[in-house]
C-alpha cells in the first residue's frame, strides 16, 4: 500500500502563503487595471466630446461665412494636428462629402461616435458625422500594465514563499529542538525528561504532558519490575526446595529405574525454571539501579580466557575453536563481565559451523569505550531480527530452540551488564559472520 507523501510543514505554509499572495495581488492587479482602463476610456471618450464641438463649430462657422469651399480646408487644418482622429461627414443619401486626408489605412481598435450637423437645405441638408478616436497606444498601454501587473503578482508571490518558509522554519526552530530531545529518549534512560525551559508557551502544555506521560510509564515500568523481582523471590525459595528434595530423593534406594527417569526429568526442569527465576531476579535488580562495582583489570583477554576454559566441554563438542583478538585494560565488574562473555559464547557455540573457528575481539572504540564481540560463522540473523535480539525472549528462530539449554535471556543480560558499564549492546550479520558484542566504559 503506497502512502502519499507528507509534506513538511514549512512547505505546506510557505505553498499556501504564495497561493494567498497571489491571490491577493492578481485581485489588486484586475481592479487597478480596470480602473485605468475605465479612466483611459472616459478619457477618450471626453476628448471625442470636446473634438465633436469643435467640428460643429467649424461647420456652423461654414454654414455662417456661406462660403463652403472653405468647410474642407478649414477641417484638415484642425485635424492636421489631431493624427489620432477620424472624421467622416456624409449626405443622408450616405454620400461621402468629406474625409480626413491622412485617415489610416488600417486602424486596430477605435473609439467612435456619430452624431448629427444640420446645414443649409439648399447645400447638403442634414448630415451625419463619424468622429473615431484611435486606441491603439492606449491598447498597447494596457497590455503593458497587465503583462507588468502578472510579473508583480508571480515574483510577488515567489518572494512571500521564499520568505514564509524562512519565517516558519525559524519559528518552527524551537519545535525541531523538542523533536531532538524526544530522539535521545530511550529504554534504557526512563528518568531523562524533556526541557521546556527554551520553548514557547504554546510548547509547554505539550512538553508537561509528556513529561507527565514519561512520569507514569516510569511508574508503571518500577511497578512491572518489583512484581517480577516478588514474584521471583517469591518461586525462588519453593523451587530451591523442591530441587534439594528430589536430589535425596534420587540418593535413596528402593525406587524403580523408571521412577528415577521420571525424578531426574522433573530435576532437569526445576533447574531449568530455577536459572530462568535467577535471571529474571537480576534483570529486575539491575533495571531497578543495580550499578556495576567496578576494580581494576589489567588485561580483560585474561578474563575471556578463564570463560572459554568454562566452555572447553561445549567447544570441544561443537568441534569450534576459539581465537582471542586483541586485549584492553580498565575498571569493569569482573564476574558480571565474565557472565556476558559466558552468554555471548554460549550463544556462538550453538549457532556456529560445525568444525569453524568463533573470534573473541577486543578493541578500543575510543572517547573511553573498549568493545567486545563473539564472532561465528553460521547461518545469518535477518536484518530486521537484528534490533530486538537483545529483547527477553526474543528469537530470531523459533524452528531452532534449544529448550534444554537456553531460555532466552542471554542476551537481554548482555544488554543489562552493558547498560550497567555505561555502554551498549551490538548485533551485525553479514555474509554469513554474525558479530553480537558489547561496549563498555572503561571506567
Known amino acids: 500500500m503506497k502512502h502519499k507523501a507528507n509534506w513538511s510543514l514549512d512547505r505546506r505554509l510557505s505553498t499556501w502563503f504564495a497561493i494567498q499572495t497571489f491571490i491577493g495581488l492578481a485581485l489588486v492587479s484586475v481592479a487597478l487595471y480596470m480602473t485605468i482602463a475605465m479612466s483611459l476610456e472616459a478619457r477618450q471618450a471626453t476628448s471625442l466630446l470636446q473634438k465633436q464641438a469643435v467640428v460643429t463649430h467649424l461647420l456652423d462657422e461654414a454654414w455662417a461665412d ?7 480646408h478649414r477641417l484638415d487644418d484642425y485635424f492636421s ?55 491603439s497606444a492606449d491598447d498597447r498601454l494596457l497590455s503593458r500594465l497587465a503583462a507588468t501587473l502578472a510579473a508583480i503578482a ?101 525406587y524403580s ?56 566441554a561445549a567447544l570441544s563438542d561443537a568441534s569450534l575453536q576459539v581465537k582471542l583478538v586483541g586485549d584492553v585494560a580498565g575498571e569493569f565488574d569482573v564476574p558480571l563481565i565474565k557472565r556476558a562473555i559466558s552468554n555471548l559464547l554460549g550463544n556462538a557455540t550453538r549457532y556456529a559451523e560445525t568444525g ?13 569505550l573498549v568493545g567486545l564481540a563473539v564472532v561465528n560463522r553460521g547461518q545469518a540473523i535477518g536484518e530486521e531480527h537484528l534490533p530486538h535480539l537483545f529483547n527477553r525472549f526474543y528469537r530470531a528462530d523459533p524452528s531452532r530452540v534449544q529448550t534444554g539449554s537456553n531460555h532466552g535471556l542471554g542476551l537481554a543480560i548482555v544488554a543489562t551488564i552493558a547498560r550497567m558499564h555505561g555502554g551498549q549492546p551490538f548485533a551485525q550479520s553479514v555474509d554469513g559472520e554474525t558479530s553480537i558484542g558489547l561496549s563498555l566504559k572503561i571506567a
Not at 456661406?66 to 474642407?72: P, Y
Not at 569453524?356 to 573511553?368: D, H, P
Open 154 to 254: 508571480l515574483f510577488g508571490a515567489m518572494i512571500v514563499s521564499a520568505g514564509g518558509f524562512l519565517i516558519v522554519r525559524w519559528g518552527h526552530a524551537p519545535l525541531q529542538q523538542l523533536v531532538d530531545q524526544t530522539k535521545g529518549l530511550a529504554a534504557d534512560m526512563r528518568c531523562k525528561r524533556l526541557d521546556g525551559s527554551a520553548q514557547p508557551g504554546e510548547l509547554q502544555p505539550l512538553v508537561e504532558q509528556f513529561n507527565a506521560l514519561l512520569d507514569r510509564l516510569e511508574h508503571a515500568y518500577e511497578q512491572m519490575e518489583g512484581f517480577n523481582s516478588d514474584v521471583a523471590h517469591e518461586l525462588n525459595t519453593p523451587l530451591s526446595i523442591l530441587i534439594t528434595s528430589t536430589e535425596l530423593v534420587l540418593r535413596k534406594e528402593g
Open 66 to 72: 456661406g462660403d463652403v469651399s472653405k468647410l474642407t
Open 356 to 368: 569453524s573457528t568463533v573470534r573473541i575481539e577486543l578493541t578500543q572504540q575510543g572517547a573511553g
Open 81 to 135: 494636428g489631431h493624427t489620432d482622429l477620424v472624421l467622416e461627414l456624409r449626405e443622408q443619401n450616405d454620400q461621402l462629402i468629406y474625409s480626413c486626408k491622412h485617415i489610416k489605412a488600417h486602424v486596430e481598435r477605435a473609439h467612435t461616435v456619430k452624431f448629427l450637423l444640420s446645414s443649409p437645405s439648399d447645400v447638403y441638408g442634414d448630415l451625419t458625422a463619424k468622429l473615431a478616436m484611435d486606441t
Open 257 to 312: 529405574e523408571e521412577s528415577r527417569d521420571m525424578l531426574g526429568s522433573n530435576l532437569e526442569d526445576l533447574h531449568r525454571m530455577s536459572a530462568i527465576i535467577k535471571d529474571m531476579l537480576f534483570l529486575s535488580q539491575s533495571e531497578r539501579g543495580s550499578n556495576a562495582r567496578r576494580t581494576l583489570v589489567p588485561s580483560l583477554a585474561a578474563v575471556v580466557d578463564d570463560v572459554v576454559d568454562y566452555h572447553e
